[in-house]
């Protein structure tokens, strides 16, 4: 019997196993083999969640679409796992500069937390690189089946699930991940639309080897003459962008050699094997109006998809899969019930909608072909970086959206919550070890107390068991910590990063989610309700 999507959506909260064998059968398949389905298929791997990956191309790809991964998204990967495979194909990116109509720089876009995550914070790099390294990964790991040349005909929602049709036979999965790009052939088959609009502008993007250029950062041209945008990679290799005048070419018509060779005549001569991709297209700024339906969930393009002069269209659907995958992950494992997945949507939303919007407005300020306002832009901007505040905004992107929450699985607290703790390096008192803190943290949940007594904290964690919570003690003395034989571990700070992420805790115990977002604060003896708020499935009580 097929189930309509409010009872199969029902059914399921009322479940917390494995769905059964069926010819070939998945706690999740994942539809799409781009770096996002690959990316949620190696979280959902590293938390031993029998994954299916979907693809209907035979091999990953060879175009070199995205071409920046910021420190967010290498914290991610660290979870997988992946880091070190990742660094190895990056450049170790020092920002965005920018240049006024008249080809002078105004400033470098960078951040005044370097490394707060733990890794460096924009980093060119070419998608063929990421997609060979994650593929070779998901091919080792045992929960996960990698089956390339495999499309998706049919999905339906059933008392078991989800029920996908393919071109190689039909597949059950208890959860289904719509990773499929902005073509996607989940998000048509569910009949979810999306909002926003599609531009008129035609870019020509070319991907080009053994380039002279090797600055670490990228390079945003705003000449209404000729917008454009160079991004320096690995090993001479380098992307140009440039905005075409209408009887230049058509989005979807590949630009002629000439059209290239003329364009880039400025930096340097081309011969045609030294180009790797060359493409006409237009940009989408669009929002999935459903991201979860019953069982199925969209991610990255299928569900957002947006200009790239913000550099976060991957780095977007990276935090969306950094997002959903754990609470899958305990929501199988009967940690979490399966309410909680309807907060994906609630907290991720909101913030690709306002990456879309910034990504608009950096098309229509950067990249304006309108002269007189470009005068206007550059005069304004002249006069706002010779100023403290306004050097510090631009410089520091003040007006880059950050990743917060104000809804979702959050408890009002004693302390900021819905906000992501970062990855300072710390020292490990049970190893004896310098460490990211992360790697104490492990992949689940932690209970953190800030100058809390650990005895006290452990008591505090207490109704949590069910959790398989880490517990950990953060001294706020310059005296080296003593746990007492309790279960609680101990970490000091190194450089002063550590009290500085932690210092609007001081005195509580901090729950951290596995994505590191802070859940709830509270001083001990003073814990809020914890199971509702959080969706926990079967709470232990002291």
């Known amino acids: ?25 998945a706690d999740v398949a994942v539809v799409g083999a781009g770096p996002v389905g690959m990316t949620v298929a190696a979280l959902l791997a590293a938390r031993g969640v029998r994954t299916v990956v979907l693809e209907r191309n035979t091999t990953t790809s060879n175009d070199p679409k995205a071409i920046s991964i910021d420190d967010e998204a290498l914290r991610v990967y660290q979870w997988a796992d992946l880091a070190e495979q990742v660094l190895g194909i990056i450049v170790p990116g020092t920002g965005t500069r920018y240049y006024d109509a008249d080809g002078q720089p105004l400033f470098q876009a960078r951040t005044d937390r370097p490394r707060r995550h733990g890794y460096p914070f924009k980093n060119p790099f070419a998608q063929p690189d990421l997609e060979r390294e994650l593929a070779q990964r998901l ?43 902005g073509r996607s052939v989940v998000r048509e088959h569910l009949g979810v639309t999306m909002t926003g609009r599609s531009y008129d502008d035609v870019w ?24 454009r945008v160079v991004i320096p990679g690995r090993e001479g290799r380098c ?7 209408t009887e230049e070419g058509q989005a979807g018509t590949p630009p002629s050699f000439e059209l290239v060779r003329q364009l880039l005549s400025r930096y340097r001569e081309i011969t045609p094997d ?43 659907g990276i935090r969306d899969a950094a997002n959903l995958a754990w609470k899958i992950a305990d929501v199988l494992a009967g940690r979490l019930s399966d309410a909680a997945l ?13 990456s879309v919007a910034l990504s608009e407005r950096l098309r229509r300020v950067v990249m304006s072909t309108n002269a007189h306002f470009a005068a206007r832009r550059d ?18 992107m003040r007006y880059r959206p950050v990743q917060a929450y104000s809804e979702g699985l959050l408890v009002d607290s004693e302390g900021p919550v819905g906000v ?79 009290d500085e992420e932690l210092a609007p805790y001081s005195g509580r115990c901090v729950l951290l989610r596995p994505d590191r977002f802070a859940a709830a604060a509270w001083t001990p003896g003073r814990a809020p309700e914890l199971t509702a708020p959080l969706c926990l499935s079967a709470p232990v009580h002291a």
């Not at 019997?1 to 059968?25: C, F, K, L, N, Y």
């Not at 390339?148 to 999905?155: A, I, K, N």
């Not at 929002?287 to 991610?299: E, K, T, Y």
């Not at 990211?436 to 992949?443: H, I, K």
Request: charged share 25%.
């Open 1 to 25: 019997m097929v189930m309509t999507v409010a009872e199969a959506a029902g059914s399921a909260s009322r479940r917390s196993g494995h769905v059964g064998e069926e010819m070939d059968g």
């Open 139 to 181: 091919r080792a790991q045992p929960a996960v089946r990698l089956r390339m040349g495999t499309e998706v005909t049919g999905l339906e929602q059933s008392a078991d699930g989800m029920r996908l049709h393919t071109t190689a036979g039909p597949i059950s999965a208890r959860f289904v991940l719509g990773c499929d790009g």
């Open 204 to 227: 020509l993007v070319a991907d080009v080897l053994e380039d002279p250029h090797d600055e670490r950062y990228g390079m945003h041209h705003a000449d209404p003459v000729r917008p």
């Open 239 to 245: 992307r140009y962008e440039f905005l075409l005048d």
């Open 274 to 316: 030294q180009v790797e991709r060359a493409v006409n297209y237009r940009f989408h700024a669009l929002v999935a109006d459903r991201w979860r339906i019953g069982n199925a969930f969209l991610l990255g393009d299928a569900a957002h998809m947006m200009p790239p002069f913000a550099g976060q269209g991957l780095n977007s």
């Open 342 to 354: 309807d907060s994906y949507a609630a907290e991720r939303k909101p913030h690709a909608a306002a």
């Open 379 to 396: 005069a304004y901007l002249h006069r706002a970086l010779d100023t403290r505040a306004g050097r510090d905004f631009f410089e520091y």
């Open 420 to 498: 992501a703790v970062g990855q300072p390096t710390v020292f490990d008192v049970e190893t004896g070890r310098i460490r990211l803190l992360d790697e104490v943290l492990g992949q689940g949940w932690s209970l953190l107390g800030v100058g809390v007594d650990p005895v006290a904290l452990a008591l505090e964690a207490k109704p949590l068991a069910g959790l398989d919570i880490s517990l950990i003690h953060v001294p706020e003395t310059n005296r080296m910590p003593a746990t007492g034989g309790t279960q609680v571990r101990a970490i000091v700070d190194l450089d002063g990063r550590l």
